[in-house]
């Protein structure tokens, strides 16, 4: 397990964790899965109880259910803030003692197109549009995921309009409303964005 403090007191982890740390619950809810959705979810909650262990190791095995939205939270504690993403073999997970938290991981995918750019980067689809295709489609998914990492700390998810969130290409971090963000650098080998309360 990989472990970065994203910002003060917010950590985000991935690979993979002890599978002696998931809980019944944790099995129960694999079960009766398609068997590839099973290991997603099971890998996703050891690698959360991992670092629950480490951060907020009297929270490690509290039951995960689906808060406001489907945004997973520990049952009974509306802190710490937890949050889970997938995308293709890629799991991460990042936990805030005290705050809200969203994390999100994507694979840049083969090809970008312009509307989709204009979409999500309006201000800044001239200047994608001028860099090579492979690094366009990076810098592209880098904004991608910190937008998603701040509706889902918000916890309004689609309707929270993610693709309206303002995400210079060149900053790393920055604000939205009551949110920092900060794409994860130096975790793995893909785009990871995450988002916090500014304040708890």
Known sequence: MRVLEAGPGVWVATGEAPAGRLTPADLATARGLPAWRAREVLAGRALLRGLLARVAPDTAAEPVVPGPNGKPLLAGRPRPGISI????????????????????????????????????????????????????????????????????????????????????????????????????????????????????
């Open 85 to 200: 993403s997938h995308d293709g073999e890629h799991t991460v997970v990042a936990v805030a003692p005290g705050r809200r938290v969203g994390v999100d991981v994507q694979v840049p995918p083969r090809h970008v197109g312009h509307a989709m750019v204009r979409r999500c980067a309006a201000p800044y689809a001239t200047h994608l549009a001028r860099m090579p295709e492979p690094l366009r489609h990076t810098v592209f998914t880098e904004i991608w995921t910190v937008q998603e990492a701040c509706v889902k700390t918000d916890g309004t998810g689609i309707g929270g309009r993610p693709w309206s969130i303002d995400v210079p290409p060149h900053l790393d971090h920055g604000d939205w409303r009551q949110l920092r963000w900060r794409k994860v650098r130096d975790l793995i080998d893909v785009p990871v964005a995450c988002a916090w309360e500014a304040t708890p």
